[in-house]
């Protein structure tokens, strides 16, 4: 059986990636659809060591606290824990969810997937 709100947020980006022709958005909605064993956790100290200053991001999956991030990202993920929040902002960053992260950048451009 799959979350009512996974439903939605699959609806809502794959109505983003047609409206938008962006197709970022629908390849974030397949992995939306996936078991939550197979997507990937990420933590904080990765992702410092891909991302550069402002960067916009967004992770299939759960972001964790481990390490440290030195530099401020604009993040959305399917999960956060509250450490991993806590060092993005402290760094200057900014948590958005989905619906944010769409109208903001509508066509995709300058969205990093990683995991």
């Known amino acids: 059986m799959t979350n ?7 609806k809502e980006l794959k109505l983003a990636s047609s409206k938008n022709k962006a197709p970022i958005w629908s ?18 100290g990765k992702l410092n060591d891909v991302t550069n200053d ?12 481990t390490g440290d991030i ?14 991993a929040a806590k060092k993005i902002t402290s760094a200057g960053g ?14 995709g451009k300058g969205v990093k997937i990683i995991g």
């Open 70 to 83: 030195s530099h401020k990202i604009t993040l959305c993920s399917f999960s956060i824990s509250a450490s």
């Open 27 to 44: 390849k974030i909605a397949q992995m939306a659809q996936k078991p939550s064993v197979a997507r990937r956790i990420i933590n904080v």
């Open 4 to 10: 009512q709100l996974v439903i939605g947020i699959v």
């Open 54 to 65: 402002n960067d916009v991001v967004v992770v299939p999956g759960k972001v964790l606290g």
């Open 94 to 107: 900014k948590i958005v969810n989905h619906s944010e992260m769409i109208s903001k950048f509508p066509t």
